[in-house]
């Protein structure tokens, strides 16, 4: 293997690592949601959308090397992702309750 190879392999190798952080960061963020902001929003339920990110989060994960199995369902993932990341999370973000964080006032100056 050259060194265009080894590029290659690298350049794959990242693409592949941020399809996986892109499914974990929206798993996670969908964690945070409540339940009743999806039906509110329009959007389907939320175990819906957490058996599909499950899911993406699992086969991203098995896309990595050095399993590899299906890489291909790696692109699968990050298109269940960027769709609840694109669509979902806005749409339910402002059913969603913001905890004032330090430094935050809770009203006035």
């Known amino acids: ?13 990242l693409f592949l690592l941020a399809i ?5 960061w ?28 499950g899911v993406a989060t699992l086969l991203s994960f098995i ?3 050095p399993l590899q ?8 993932s990050a298109v269940a992702a960027i769709v609840y990341l694109v669509d979902v999370r806005p749409a339910v973000a402002p059913y969603t309750r913001r905890r004032p964080g330090p430094g935050r006032s809770s009203g006035g100056w």
């Open 69 to 76: 199995l299906l890489p291909f369902l790696g692109i699968l």
């Open 26 to 53: 929206a798993l996670v963020d969908l964690l945070r949601r409540p339940a009743n902001a999806f039906p509110a929003a329009g959007k389907r339920t939320k175990n819906f959308w957490l058996a599909i990110l």
């Open 1 to 13: 293997m050259g060194i265009v190879g080894s590029l290659q392999w690298i350049v794959y190798l």
């Open 63 to 65: 896309a990595m090397p």
């Open 20 to 24: 996986f952080v892109l499914c974990v």
